[in-house]
């Protein structure tokens, strides 16, 4: 027998047994989630083989699956797709080619992979930001930043906070017929640690204030400081995101040494000064009542961690960190959370902390919803309840932007 074909037999069998993983009860469209669960996992898997047998590194596998699904610039009947670069960084602008009698709103679309993979060149990405620029009749703006580990924290950030600054020039917005009084700026998963940075230093300088109308998260991630959130223990085996995959490629943003990761899986990764900073994710107050079940509280361990990142006490790789006087200033904000997520917390708790300080918070939880839904809008899986999350999103912009 060939070994390709003892290959074949055995990742058939692997993946049969990802498959038959139990998913947790009430979710939507079990079997399908069951299938995009069982592909990550593998993926997983096949990371670690290569990168074992040094064929390819853990996270070039995910890249290299991400990039299989990119897609050209092409226009359709009622958008034109092009790219180019703002102040050097590649975007993709979805252009209506409906006529509009006034200006038009805009978004700045930031796309997730947890820092080290994806692209808004994806074909979900596309497909999202067609239907926002067709549906709102709105510029859409998807910013290409810098992957990890190649580019370590902050370029990400700072490749969107310089595509955003360009865009926003009076100039720039009036080629594209854009109302500068109409500009939400989206992210989903990693897209939305970097969409909610981006709105807080952009809200916080003082030539950008009040620039952005409007911010949309999906399911962010917001805060890698405490490890130990109920849903960082419920869903720590996924569906779809697990706490493994999430710790091992966020931290590629911050190193390579693997002693980061190793502390974080143990949640004793912070430094004794970092202490004061626990109230702003404490769980423990800021997370409503039916979220917590039967966790009990417990502080994480400080000062074990060797090494010293500074990164993980600032709030442009962790929007929570932000203090109360930053956050108020936070423009109308839409949060989609849901209930089979590892991050889900992350949400809720910026819930909380937006409302406590006055902001105008719209939060949808999706209660059967999965990490990730938006982007399986395309056979072989296609989840209805990504194109539900993908229409309360629009509804949402379409009455706030
Ligand atoms: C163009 O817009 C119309 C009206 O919204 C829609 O029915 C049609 O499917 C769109 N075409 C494409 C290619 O998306
Ligand atoms: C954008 O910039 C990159 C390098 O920064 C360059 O390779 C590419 O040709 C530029 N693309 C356009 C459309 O200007
Ligand atoms: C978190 O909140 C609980 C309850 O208010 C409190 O007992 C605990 O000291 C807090 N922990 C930190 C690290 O702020
Ligand atoms: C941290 O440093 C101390 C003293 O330099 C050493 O004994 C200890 O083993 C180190 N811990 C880790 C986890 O590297
Ligand atoms: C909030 O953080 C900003 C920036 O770090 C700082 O200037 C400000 O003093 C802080 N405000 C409070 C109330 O701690």
Not at 4 to 20: D, E, N, P, Q, S
Not at 68 to 84: F, G, Q
Not at 106 to 123: D, Q
């Amino acid at each position: 027998m060939g070994c390709r074909t003892l290959c074949f037999g055995f990742f058939c069998v692997l993946f049969a047994y990802c498959v038959y993983t139990p998913v947790p009860e009430n979710i939507e469209e079990p079997w399908k989630v069951r299938f995009i669960d069982a592909l990550v996992k593998m993926t997983s898997f096949v990371g670690t083989l290569f990168e074992n047998i040094g064929l390819m590194k853990y996270e070039e596998v995910f890249s290299v699956i991400a990039a299989a699904h990119y897609t050209k610039p092409i226009s359709d009947e009622n958008i034109t797709v092009i790219d180019t670069n703002f102040s050097d960084i590649p975007v993709r602008l979805y252009l209506p080619k409906r006529k509009s009698e006034r200006q038009r709103p805009a978004v700045i679309y930031i796309h997730g992979g947890i820092f080290v993979f994806g692209s808004c060149k994806m074909s979900t990405s596309d497909d999202l930001n067609r239907w926002t620029a067709n549906k709102l009749g709105a510029v859409v703006v998807g910013i290409d930043y810098r992957l990890a580990p190649q580019y370590r924290f902050p370029t990400a950030l700072e490749d969107c906070v310089f595509a955003s600054k360009f865009f926003l020039q009076d100039k720039v917005l009036a080629e594209y017929g854009v109302d500068p009084s109409r500009i939400c700026v989206m992210g989903d998963s990693s897209g939305g640690t970097l969409a909610a940075a981006v709105v807080q230093l952009l809200q916080n300088d003082p030539e950008f204030k009040d620039r952005i109308k409007a911010q949309a998260l999906i399911y962010p991630g917001l805060q890698l400081i405490d490890t130990f959130l109920p849903s960082y223990q419920d869903y720590k085996h996924g569906p779809v995101l697990t706490r493994e995959v999430i710790i091992k490629l966020a931290c590629l943003y911050l190193t390579e040494d693997e002693t980061l990761p190793q502390a974080l899986l143990k949640n004793e990764h912070m430094p004794e000064e970092s202490r004061h900073l626990f109230k702003f994710v404490n769980w423990s107050d800021l997370l409503p009542e039916k979220y917590k079940k039967n966790h009990v509280y417990t502080e994480p361990i400080f000062g074990k961690l060797n090494a010293s990142y500074v990164a993980l006490m600032d709030h442009r790789l962790f929007p929570l960190l932000a203090n109360d006087s930053q956050l108020q200033s936070l423009p109308r904000t839409y949060i989609l959370t849901c209930e089979h997520d590892i991050i889900r917390d992350d949400g809720l708790i910026y819930v909380t902390r937006l409302r406590n300080v006055g902001v105008q918070v719209t939060h949808d939880h999706m209660e059967k919803g999965i990490h990730g839904a938006i982007s399986f809008t395309r056979a072989p899986v296609f989840l209805h309840s990504g194109l539900k999350m993908i229409d309360k999103y629009i509804s949402w912009l379409e009455e706030n932007l």
